[in-house]
């Protein structure tokens, strides 16, 4: 371990701790040394351990850690057993004359560490401490609350008769009728239980007579106040589904009567004649709750009405549909209120196609986060405002056949994620006669099986979508639905919708894990887009790119086209973003499966919206994280590189000077020859085999002498025996693995498997 993970000169730190019989040791006591007082059964012995700075031939200090006994006292007469050989510690504390010549920059908090045990306590256990001293103890304070609690006088008016209590309230209180009711004029929403004689029994506060009124303030009367359209009416809160009676306010200052609820944080679940509303405080849990664990809002609804009776026996108004409706337009508003639609003079309608999504604050935005001139700097430093973007499909994400556009339509139009869906679908069956031209590459089955993917009961196959490929943040307007596969008529439209808005960046780079294929005629392709999609092409650098754990799946050709790993300007990006943005979205699959389109575009918007914050807020830790991690790394792949260069300079110093002018010349220019090109086929023992069965075919024409053996050729015989000899170290090794512990079947196959090799 090297200290602070630098090398420093073994002429700055004494390392000489030697034990001599005629000089005294020497000892330094480093930043950070530690000397434990521990004694374990020898008078004035301290133990504990000492780090020491070792040098080794080349000059490299390291750490090397040592357990010690230190004598407090030079006549406790200790052994040389007793005092490691290798170093001797006295109790002078003399400090070598080198220790003022360690560098100010020397880091040694390192050795800041205390690897003796703590002795474990009670608070280390506090599971078994709670079994043991407190469980009975939890158990009746339980039984206590169901109780009278040894209360029978109204805890506030002192004279009557205690008959209610309150689950809600912080404190113990039995109240009367009359108390109970003064109490919670203004916590309406409150768990009210009346005793029965024996046990508590739960009491709406409706039918003790509590009114709701809106439009004015607590205390309050009202001159008009105005009945509901229904006497069923309706709050659902994050303790239960409460039947109300509620009283609107007539008087002409109130406001109207969705005016009156939004006020009182009550959102109405329709705005003509409401009977069912949700308090702010249940949609804002519930749109945390579903964002950070993907809760259905099935089951959040289900958990409600058993916070309302748990027993199952007296069923709970049935206000699901309902619910479902005011969630839904909750998360839309909140997403223009966040985006600062409510201050545009326009309102919502004068949102545009990706105003409310979460742009990438470390992506290239001109216009926002570009210096001045950034389009005028030289060649070799525009990748540093190089725009990167990744296209993935996902088939999990799908949507079964389940109403339709007219009937639940988006609550957005583009504005977020998703792409506006008129447009899109409209190009989609325009071109969907296009066939997709086969896989010239591997067998993809992106490309292949995209017009034979099984729709069957599916309105959706799956989604695509684009987005940064450094910070994983998806882009506006880059999301839509695959009617059938991945295919390029989709594909095409998602790309170009997410980048036309950056159409003045000078260097474009595209991940794609079928980009070999996808490329071709991709400008051809692009001509019958609408026109507001069209990129500017021809000044634009396009580079492409397969993402590298999807590499090793293509031909060898590909891997040294599409590379990450050999282009100039891309640092090491691996172009796998989407892989790990999708684990955000799939755990809700299985609940936005049965959605109507509309209803699944906004949530899923809603959750990609989300991510993108999180993404952002983590982004500072992240990108820290990398920088510290990727200067070492740098300066020693550089050290690396120059030493390996110099080692062949002597021998190979022309090849290498003409390797460099290949390489700068290519990334100067693509269309010169890629020095990265393998140039020579790899030898393989099949590629062997089938060059000596030519070569055997050909001498047994030329021959007239016949084979000795018709069916086994010398070759074959050759190759017969490699795999005998493959095998058999293959058994080797499985024995060795399992030891002792072979089991029956095990054995019976090692010696079937050598029987066959010995035949």
């Given at each position: 371990m090297v200290v602070s993970d630098r090398l420093i000169p073994a002429a700055f730190v004494l390392v000489n701790h030697t034990h001599s019989e005629t000089a005294g040791p020497q000892f330094k006591r480093l930043r950070g040394f530690k000397l434990h007082g521990k004694s374990y059964g020898k008078p004035h012995i301290h133990t504990g351990n000492h780090h020491k700075i070792q040098s080794d031939t080349s000059g490299t200090l390291r750490v090397v850690k040592k357990n010690y006994h230190v004598p407090t006292n030079a006549t406790t007469g200790l052994g040389p057993e007793e005092v490691p050989p290798t170093f001797a510690l006295d109790a002078t504390d003399n400090h070598p004359s080198c220790i003022d010549r360690l560098p100010d920059d020397v880091d040694l908090s390192i050795l800041d560490s205390d690897d003796v045990p703590r002795q474990r306590t009670a608070s280390d256990f506090p599971l078994l401490v709670w079994m043991e001293h407190h469980r009975d103890t939890f158990l009746h304070e339980l039984i206590r609350l169901e109780g009278r609690r040894g209360v029978t006088v109204c805890s506030l008016c002192k004279s009557k008769p205690a008959l209610y209590c309150c689950d809600d309230c912080l404190t113990l209180d039995l109240y009367c009728k009359p108390c109970l009711l003064a109490r919670h004029e203004t916590q309406a929403l409150h768990i009210v239980k009346e005793w029965s004689g024996s046990y508590w029994v739960r009491v709406p506060l409706k039918t003790l007579g509590l009114v709701i009124q809106l439009g004015h303030t607590s205390g309050q009367l009202c001159c008009l106040p105005r009945a509901p359209y229904s006497d069923d009416f309706v709050i659902i809160d994050s303790n239960g589904i409460h039947s109300v009676m509620l009283r609107f306010c007539g008087c002409e200052s109130a406001g109207t009567v969705v005016q009156q609820l939004l006020r009182c944080r009550l959102f109405p679940a329709s705005a003509d004649k409401p009977r069912t509303v949700a308090t702010f405080r249940v949609l804002e849990e519930y749109h945390i709750l579903s964002l950070e664990s993907k809760a259905s809002a099935y089951h959040f609804y289900?958990?409600?009405?058993?916070?309302?009776?748990?027993?199952?026996?007296?069923?709970?108004?049935?206000?699901?549909?309902?619910?479902?409706?005011?969630?839904?337009?909750?998360?839309?508003?909140?997403?223009?209120?966040?985006?600062?639609?409510?201050?545009?003079?326009?309102?919502?309608?004068?949102?545009?196609?990706?105003?409310?999504a979460v742009l990438c604050p470390a992506c290239p935005q001109p216009g926002k986060n570009l210096p001045e001139n950034w389009d005028k700097v030289p060649k070799d430093k525009e990748w540093l405002y190089a725009l990167f973007v990744a296209i993935d499909a996902n088939f999990r994400l799908k949507r079964r056949s389940v109403s339709k556009d007219a009937i639940d339509p988006s609550l957005s139009r583009g504005w977020a994620y998703f792409v506006e869906e008129l447009s899109y679908k409209l190009y989609i069956s325009e071109h969907s006669d296009t066939r997709q031209e086969k896989s010239t590459c591997m067998s993809h089955n992106a490309v292949n099986n995209a017009d034979t993917k099984s729709v069957v009961g599916l309105a959706s196959t799956g989604v695509g979508s684009v987005c940064c490929a450094r910070h994983e943040m998806k882009l506006p307007g880059a999301v839509g639905d695959l009617q059938k596969g991945e295919r390029y008529v989709n594909m095409d439209y998602l790309f170009f919708s997410a980048v036309h808005n950056n159409n003045s960046i000078k260097v474009l780079n595209i991940s794609y894990d079928i980009v070999c294929q996808w490329m071709r005629h991709l400008w051809q392709r692009m001509e019958t887009l609408p026109r507001p999609l069209h990129l500017p092409y021809h000044d634009i650098e396009v580079r492409s790119f397969v993402p590298k754990f999807h590499l090793p799946a293509h031909v060898t050709e590909c891997q040294w086209k599409y590379s990450f790993n050999y282009i100039r300007g891309v640092a090491r990006t691996d172009g796998e973003a989407p892989e790990r943005a999708w684990s955000t979205l799939n755990p809700v699959a299985s609940s936005t499966k049965e959605m109507g389109p509309g209803h699944r575009r906004d949530t899923l918007d809603d959750l990609i919206g989300d991510s993108n914050w999180k993404k952002i807020i983590g982004l500072g830790t992240t990108i820290l994280r990398k920088l510290v991690e990727a200067v070492p790394e740098r300066n020693e792949h550089q050290e690396d590189l120059e030493e390996f260069e110099s080692s062949l300079t002597g021998r190979y110093g022309g090849q290498l000077a003409k390797w460099r002018e290949q390489v700068e010349a290519w990334e100067q220019d693509a269309s010169q020859p890629n020095p990265f090109e393998v140039k020579s086929n790899s030898v393989t023992q099949a590629s062997v085999q089938l060059r000596l069965a030519k070569d055997e075919a050909v001498e047994a024409a030329a021959s007239d002498i016949p084979p000795i053996h018709t069916d086994i050729s010398p070759s074959v015989l050759i190759s017969t025996g490699l795999e005998l000899e493959g095998q058999q170290l293959k058994d080797a090794d499985f024995t060795v693995i399992l030891k002792k512990f072979v089991s029956a079947v095990q054995t019976n196959r090692i010696q079937d498997s050598n029987s066959v090799a010995m035949a």
């Open positions: 289900n958990s409600l009405a058993r916070h309302t009776d748990n027993t199952g026996l007296y069923p709970v108004k049935d206000r699901y549909e309902q619910f479902m409706r005011i969630v839904r337009e909750w998360r839309h508003l909140k997403m223009l209120k966040r985006s600062g639609r409510g201050h545009d003079p326009t309102g919502s309608e004068g949102t545009r196609e990706g105003d409310c």
